[in-house]
């Protein structure tokens, strides 16, 4: 009886690494993307320090130490106050020295706003490529190129890992001002909290939304609500909404252009497409930034495309309709709207 077992059991393992070969053999692009994606994550995790030894190192310098504390600070208050998953996120720390580590890969059609579809197992379709190689995302860079596509690809701050690995502190990331990088420690957090398979820009419009909505609670509770640092930060972020609310006017904009000149020859619908994106572009003067200089001359080296566009959707497209839910539905409880679409998306 054993050995049947046994000989079943060998038929089963055989059978499941027969089809993981087949597989493979068909995916061998994929195959190698993820090996690459898993070599830099797994380098950044072995080169990462435990941020305990930093602190109980007297060599190493107190503003390190500060800003270490000041990330505790915010996951305490995210756990505590926001509902957001515990994890060992965020308890080690990488030095980038200085250096960009991670690039991403947008890529749009070329008349219409639509983002290129990656599809990955266990993520599912993602309209975004990651490269811990920059000269990797360049290539296929080029080839989208080729093939037509808008396409956008630039250096990230940060990443979330959904629980697969510890994500470390980025040395860069302790450069930012202490509203900036709670956002942002809470916009990952809230990756590692609820992650819809498949649903990039639900995920990525409810990071910003918990993160910027986060910073602001942290912030007042933790400096009081006439604070400095507290105005700044608001400051800044009726900024970026101001500028994120134009752009995402302009992709409706290139909408109706698109719409409007689908029969026409290609050069006409290129030379419609570059002066509807100009006048967008011109119009940001037209509005009232608390910081003027913020956006002076952001396009001067390179014009916005349409892959450029979706990040606009991708990231802040659906923040105003989500607070409009929480503050309706939840009276404004950061922590029953998740628990809410944690049952809605499982």
């Known amino acids: 009886m054993l050995k049947r077992l046994l000989k079943y059991l060998a038929l089963f393992v055989a059978a499941i690494i027969f089809v993981a070969g087949i597989w493979a053999l068909f995916n061998r692009e994929l195959v190698g993307y993820g090996w690459q994606q898993l070599q830099g994550q797994l380098n950044i995790i072995r080169n990462a320090r435990d941020i305990d030894k930093i602190l109980d190192d007297p060599l190493a310098p107190d503003s390190l130490k500060a800003r270490i504390r000041f990330i505790n600070t915010v996951k305490k208050f995210a756990v ?150 507290l105005s700044q930060y608001i400051h800044s972020k009726e900024d970026y909404d101001l500028f994120s609310n134009h752009m995402l006017r302009g992709k409706l904009h290139l909408d109706s252009v698109y719409v409007h000149t689908d029969t026409m020859e290609i050069e006409k619908r290129k030379t419609l497409k570059a002066a509807a994106i100009d006048s967008i572009i011109v119009n940001l003067d037209t509005l009232s930034f608390f910081n003027q200089e913020r956006f002076k001359d952001i396009y001067k ?35 029953a709207y998740l628990v809410y679409l944690k049952g809605k998306y499982s």
């Open 80 to 229: 505590d106050s926001l509902g957001l998953k515990e994890s060992k996120n965020y308890t080690t720390l990488y030095d980038q020295n200085g250096r960009p580590i991670l690039w991403v890969l947008t890529a749009s059609e070329p008349f219409e706003i639509k983002a290129y579809q990656w599809t990955f197992p266990v993520l599912g379709s993602v309209s975004y490529k990651g490269f811990f190689i920059k000269e990797k995302g360049l290539k296929e860079d080029s080839l989208l190129k080729a093939k037509g596509y808008d396409t956008d690809y630039d250096d990230v701050s940060a990443w979330s890992t959904l629980g697969w690995f510890r994500d470390p502190i980025l040395s860069n990331m302790l450069f930012r001002k202490d509203g900036q990088l709670a956002e942002l420690i809470i916009h990952e957090m809230t990756h590692a909290t609820l992650y819809a398979k498949s649903h990039v820009d639900f995920n990525e419009n409810l990071a910003s939304f918990v993160g910027e909505q986060g910073a602001i609670r942290f912030l007042t509770a933790r400096d009081g609500a006439g604070s400095e640092k």
């Open 301 to 335: 080296f390179k014009k916005p495309n349409n892959a450029y566009f979706i990040n606009f959707v991708r990231y802040d497209a659906m923040k105003k309709k989500m607070k409009m839910l929480m503050d309706r539905k939840f009276k404004g409880d950061i922590k």
